[in-house]
Each structure stands twice: as C-alpha cells, then as structure tokens.
C-alpha cells in the first residue's frame, strides 16, 4: 500500500462572532482571485478521528434516522473513515488578507486544512438527478 503526503495549509476558526478560515504562509498567494467565487469547497482533516480504531471503520450506522441502517463507510459521511478526509462545500462570504470567512462549515474549532477549490457548475447535480437511498430521503429538504 502506498501512502502519500499530505500538508496543512491552515486551519478553520469558529467564533461566537464568525466562522472563518486561516490560511497559513507560504500558501497565501494561492488565494489569489478566490474572492471572486461564491463557493469553495474545504477538503479538512478529521483530526479528533485520527486514531487506528476510527481508521479501521468500515461499517457505520449514519445518525438521526427514524431506522437505524447499517452501511458502508463509503456509503456514509461518517467522520471514521481510513484517511479522515472531510469535505464541505462552504459559502464564501468575503476574504481579508489570508482569512476567508464563511458562512459555515461543520468541522470543528482548530480543523487542519488541507485543500481549498473553487466551486463550479459542473460540481452541482439537479436535485431530481440525485439518487439516495431511502434513508436519506429526508435530507433533500436540508
Ligand atoms: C459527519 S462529518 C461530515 C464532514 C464533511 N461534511 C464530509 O462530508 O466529509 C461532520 C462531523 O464531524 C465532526 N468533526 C468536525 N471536525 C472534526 C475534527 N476535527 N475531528 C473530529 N471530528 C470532527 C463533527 O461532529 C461534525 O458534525
């Protein structure tokens, strides 16, 4: 198995007042133009699930279902997963300096950041295309 390295390019700040991204040096000049997107996708580091247990997980029982259902890691957003990658699609409220503040984004206070990408037309698919299983159904209306 190969492995591959990987490297922190900031860190997500939650506050009582904003969400925010703080990009670090010498990745700064990579921002440039990214305040002309409307949205970003954050790909993040679940840290807190970085652990062998949480990376051995391949079977997960998705929370707040009315049944509960056993599936696949990959079949799931859980954050035990084998490379704890976290992924969230985040709007881009305004930049200032090397800050990005967003309007939210569901990892936590102190989340490494691995990766940011402007969100594009063809990222979206129409909402009637979008095939879920049924228990997920009730996410269309979120
Ligand atoms: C269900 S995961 C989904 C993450 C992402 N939207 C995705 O699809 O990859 C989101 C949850 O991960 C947890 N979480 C967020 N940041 C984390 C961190 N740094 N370490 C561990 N768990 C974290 C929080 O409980 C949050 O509600």
């Known amino acids: 198995m190969i492995s591959f390295g990987i490297h922190q390019i900031g860190e997500v700040k939650i506050d009582e007042d904003a969400c925010y991204i703080e990009i ?3 990745y700064t000049l990579g921002l440039r133009h990214i305040e002309k997107f409307g949205h970003i996708i954050v ?3 679940i840290s807190k699930r970085d652990n062998p247990k949480d990376r051995a997980t391949m079977l997960v029982t998705p929370p707040r279902l ?3 259902v056993e599936t696949g890691v990959f079949s799931s957003r859980s954050p035990s997963r084998p ?3 976290g992924l969230t699609k985040v709007k881009l409220l305004k930049v200032e300096k090397n800050t990005l503040f967003v309007d939210r984004i569901d990892a936590l206070d102190g989340t490494p950041v691995l990766d940011l990408k402007p969100y594009l037309p063809g990222d979206s698919v129409p909402l009637n295309d ?3 299983p049924g228990w997920f ?3 269309r209306d979120k």
């Open 43 to 45: 790909l993040w580091w």
């Open 83 to 85: 490379n704890p990658i």
């Open 66 to 68: 009315s049944e509960p």
């Open 24 to 26: 670090h040096e010498p």
């Open 137 to 139: 159904e009730s996410l």
């Open 130 to 132: 979008i095939k879920l």
